[in-house]
C-alpha cells in the first residue's frame, strides 16, 4: 500500500462524505524531503480535500489536529507537508 492509500484509509476514520487527496509532490521534486526521508518514494507533499459531519461546530485548528492526528506514522516516515482544507456538509 503506498502513502497515498494509506493517508484515505486513515482519513475514513472521519467518516467522510467527500474526500479528494492530490499528490503535489513533483512540485517539490529538489527538496531533500522528496528524496532520502520519503524512501526516495516522491510521496510528500499532498493537499486533502475533506468533508465530514465530525467537523461540525468544530474549529478549523480542531479540524486539522484531528486530521493530523490520524497521520502521526506518516509524518515520521516522510509525510513532509500535508495543505488541509476541512469542512463539515453545511459549509460544503
Known amino acids: 500500500m503506498n502513502r497515498e492509500q ?4 486513515a482519513m475514513k476514520q ?17 527538496h531533500a524531503q522528496h528524496l532520502g526521508s520519503a ?3 516522491g510521496e510528500t507533499h499532498y493537499k486533502l480535500i475533506i468533508v465530514s459531519p465530525l ?5 478549523r485548528i480542531d479540524r486539522q489536529r484531528m486530521v493530523m492526528n490520524l497521520l502521526k506514522v506518516e509524518f515520521n516516515s516522510g509525510l513532509h507537508a500535508l495543505e488541509i482544507k476541512a469542512s463539515s456538509p453545511s459549509e460544503a
Open 6 to 9: 494509506r493517508i484515505l484509509e
Open 14 to 30: 472521519l467518516s467522510p462524505v467527500k474526500i479528494q487527496l492530490i499528490n503535489d509532490s513533483q512540485k517539490h521534486a529538489g
Open 39 to 41: 524512501g526516495f518514494t
Open 55 to 59: 467537523f461540525e461546530a468544530q474549529s
